[in-house]
């Protein structure tokens, strides 16, 4: 960056490293520094009556600052939370030299940088926990100053909030905003409690490939890519089902993955092009039994991120006790519309649609015209949990038929909050009547449907050695983040969304400056 492009905060941040090196003290030193206390710790465990003082040495970023005269306090940031630091003269530089405190400290020091503070802990007269610094080290220098809110008159200023902003600058948010990194902390417990509940009945992690000859599992449009070596086109995979299910006819008794997909598909505020989907595959059993093994698991992950099955989203109050009701689709179309599914062709399925305004392709076949319906008049309204179930056979390529009823299939969907949050089959282990239902997904892709899914003779090949019943289930992870942490958007619960690129955007001090397209 040329030296004409830096802010002026930033000349005078460069020229304070450059005098603190001409001082001997190394803006960014490669020694360890020893942590032995951090700032929610060393609040719970003080005690007034200790004697001597508890010492801790604690590191992270300068905060905030109140320079006095021979005295001072600044706020200290760790991973936990922050602490105020009491910083005397006299003390920081016992002697004649007061450099230390007088320049480096007072003048050469800022808002963001990093250091480690030697003292012990005391409580000020004001009341509060603080460090009484005796020993000070630079750590790291920050070279661009942090957007830190400023209050004047009661308004806030200068704040950190525009989104565009924070999902680019992450690094930014998790620092200045209180309550940000909470988000990620809620969503790692989330991910371990779903472990720990799948672990516990005896289930198998694994991995699966990410790039794949053939994108199967799903019905969406990939991302193509190319292997050069062996001079092939390859696709990163829009879904993990069909290598889960080779494992299952390979003989495992109960697989689960935490897949990262790609689908080359819209992005809005519940959709990313890269997102997580956990997927999970269990031998001998059916869709009945994994609503019931869904609803207790989500029970379980709303109690160890939250500590209650209750999560205020917006308006809504979601409560993810089980049981949950069990709709067919049939029906949830019917109240909602008073139009019966059942039986009708494709062509009265269309006229419906016309009828509702609701918007359609001429290339979509029944399934996607059914699927667009419930879309459209049902899948908003369902706010509490709720499995819709039973879905028609044009629907479902990859599910067992119905046992009463060959027209439907077994398969649930799971909303929430007016969204599909995990999706389930029996699934379909006949390889005839698999090889069937890909050749009419092949007819739709030969009628312009991009998102239908391509014959997969693998797979077929392995359904011929022999699959057990089983019963599958898809969630997707960052949805889910989405509800336990009360977020309205995907962005929030991903630490790096995909973002347009940047052409130019907003500096910290608000205006615009060019950058480089990433």
């Known amino acids: 960056m040329a030296h004409q492009e830096l802010s002026e905060q930033e000349i005078v941040r460069r020229r304070s490293m450059e005098a603190l090196r001409e001082r001997g003290i190394e803006p960014y030193p490669a020694a360890e520094y020893k942590v032995t206390g951090h700032t929610t710790e060393i609040r719970e465990n003080f005690s007034d009556d200790l004697q001597p003082p508890r010492e801790v040495q604690i590191a992270g970023r300068i905060m905030s600052r109140r320079i006095m005269g021979k005295a001072s306090f600044m706020e200290l940031q760790d991973a936990d939370g922050r602490i105020q630091v009491y910083v005397s003269r006299d003390d920081l530089c016992p002697g004649e030299d007061k450099e230390m405190y007088n320049v480096v400290f007072k003048k050469l020091l800022d808002i963001g940088d990093f250091i480690g503070v030697k003292g012990y802990v005391f409580r000020t007269q004001m009341g509060e926990i603080t460090v009484h610094a005796q020993e000070i080290t630079l750590l790291s220098k920050s070279l661009r100053p942090l957007p830190v809110v400023k209050i004047k008159d009661g308004q806030a200023y200068d704040a950190f909030t525009d989104p565009e902003l924070r999902y ?45 000859a053939i994108p199967g599992g799903a019905a969406a449009r990939p991302f193509i890519t190319h292997h050069n070596a062996l001079d092939i086109p390859l696709y990163l995979r829009i879904a993990n089902e069909l290598y889960l299910k080779r494992l299952i006819v390979g003989g495992f008794d109960g697989v689960y993955e935490f897949s990262r997909n790609f689908r080359n598909e819209g992005m809005d505020r519940t959709h990313n092009p890269e997102f997580t989907c956990m997927e999970i595959y269990v031998p001998y059993k059916d869709y009945n039994w994994m609503m019931d093994f869904t609803e207790k698991m989500l029970e379980k992950l709303a109690i160890d991120v939250n500590g209650t099955t209750k999560v205020q989203i917006g308006d809504n109050e979601i409560d993810f006790k089980a049981p949950y009701p069990r709709i067919t689709m049939t029906q949830a179309i019917l109240d909602a519309t008073g139009f019966d599914i059942t039986g009708k062709t494709e062509d009265e399925l269309r006229a419906f649609c016309k009828q509702r305004h609701i918007e359609i392709d001429d290339s979509w076949g029944k399934g996607k015209l059914i699927d667009e319906i419930f879309g459209a008049e049902c899948e908003g309204k369902m706010i509490q949990p709720t499995f819709i179930i039973d879905y028609p ?56 449907d991009d998102e239908a899914m391509i014959i997969d003779h693998d797979f077929i090949r392995a359904l011929e050695y022999g699959m057990p019943p089983t019963s599958g289930m898809g969630i997707g992870m960052d949805r889910l983040a989405m509800l336990l942490t009360g977020q309205s958007t995907i962005q929030e619960v991903l630490l790096f969304p995909q973002m347009r690129p940047e052409v130019k955007a907003k500096t910290d001090e608000g205006e615009a400056e060019e950058t480089t397209e990433q």
């Not at 992450?170 to 309550?179: F, I």
């Not at 077994?410 to 029996?426: D, H, I, Q």
């Not at 090889?435 to 009419?440: A, Q």
């Open 168 to 212: 680019r600058r992450r690094y930014v948010d998790l620092v200045v905003n209180k309550g940000v990194k909470d988000i990620f902390i809620k969503r790692t417990k989330m991910f371990n409690s779903m472990r720990e509940y799948f672990n516990s009945h005896g289930y198998l992690e694994v991995d699966t490939p990410v790039l794949q």
């Open 393 to 448: 056979i044009e629907m479902s390529p990859l599910t067992k038929r119905h046992r009463d009823n060959p027209e439907l299939t077994e398969r649930f969907e799971l909303m929430v909050n007016g969204k599909e949050l995990a999706n389930a089959y029996s699934e379909l282990n006949d390889p005839i009547d698999q090889y069937e239902r890909f050749i009419e997904q092949m007819k739709l892709a030969d009628k312009g």
